[in-house]
């Protein structure tokens, strides 16, 4: 590499640090947050009947109880969450054991800038974990839902639509390698052009209340199977 | 009252509007959180034998199913929401007819800086509205919590006090003259100097794993009753 590259890729990589750290930094409304909702889950256990959804904002605004009417399932999700943020707070769910762990998590990650061969080892490393602490549960990864553009909310994932179906990709791959799981939402999200459908958010990443139909309903047989 | 001094109250009343707008107008992040989850609560039934725990961030961010360990307890809070945005998705709830519910709102309007008697109409006008819509639900009327100013974090309720406690007070004279049960929760949530306690909260507002053990401890008799 030239050094000139050299110094962009320094450069890129410094950029990505601090962008990281200012949006995920303590004393941020978003780490606050998300250490509010650390500190309940801690006194709330979980059993192996359980059902844990797992994962950020899209996982955290669901009523799956009342959406699936099953009592045992159990939301742990946190706005904003990282996969590095759900691999520091994962032990409160896997010493449960629960009986399935549903995983969506990456894209605040993907907004954050990290490449796909950093999303991927970062999420391998989470899946990784979690056979380890649990290897009784059983894991269900997600893909990564489309975003909407057209709502022109969130400008930090706009371009990342092939780093989006790239993690998509490599999620697959790493649910084959271990003989895992793996559910593409994109199937009952998605509309023609790969962009999740309108009538299912208001802001072109969160779901609305047909959003999660639509999720929901989707995943269902795999949550009563 | 002399003309400067209604000058200054148009002036205020002006400034009050622009801020409430400027805070809860459609486009904003909140604005779009409290659609999504209206929309989501709509095709969500509430019955008889439910408990709706209805109100704001403060509401939205327990999770009551667990702290109770009983499934029949429906999480009505949006965070952010002020009384007005509660009564606008009031039918929601009443259409169900639950068994009770506790409301806890106003903290937002307090930092929007409505006065303590516009704060009373709203209040009053919302529990009007609940009571005409579903007279057999056992309603329990919370007091809205104490804050802590040291975290130095929600600098619109600085000086607001005063306004919280002239706000309870009347939160129990409506109460008492509609014969509701008034719930104060100051003695499970507040220090000796009538701030938040700081173990329950990080921010100054919002409760920590702590401060929704000492909250649902400290009304688990009404829930259970």
């Known amino acids: 590499m030239k ?14 640090l601090f962008a990281t750290l200012a949006t995920f930094a303590p004393h941020t409304k978003a780490y606050e947050y998300w250490d509010r909702k650390v500190s309940q889950f801690d006194s709330l256990p979980v059993y192996p009947e359980d059902i844990v959804f797992l994962g950020n904002s899209i996982t955290d605004g669901g009523h799956f109880n009342e959406l699936f009417e099953m009592p045992n399932i159990r939301n742990r999700g946190i706005s904003s969450d990282v996969i590095n943020g759900v691999a520091k707070r994962l032990k409160q769910v896997t010493k449960g ?33 979690i056979i ?79 959003g999660y139909k639509a999720w929901t309903k989707g995943i269902e047989k795999y949550v009563r199977e």
């Open 132 to 210: 380890a602490q649990t290897p009784e549960t059983k894991l269900y990864l997600q893909s990564v839902m489309p975003v909407n553009h057209s709502f022109k909310r969130y400008k930090t994932l706009y371009g990342k639509d092939k780093v989006i179906t790239e993690f998509n990709k490599g999620i697959k791959e790493i649910a084959e390698k271990k003989g895992i799981t793996y559910i593409d939402l994109w199937p009952f999200l998605a509309d023609g052009e790969g962009r999740l459908k309108k009538e299912y958010t208001n802001d072109g990443l969160h779901l609305s209340g047909a």
């Open 97 to 129: 054991h629960p009986g399935k762990i549903f995983l969506l998590i990456g894209i605040n990650d993907v907004s954050q800038n990290v490449t796909v061969p950093n999303l991927l080892k970062r999420y391998e490393s989470l899946v990784d974990s």
């Open 3 to 16: 050094r000139s590259s050299k110094r962009i890729v320094h450069i890129l990589t410094f950029i990505t």
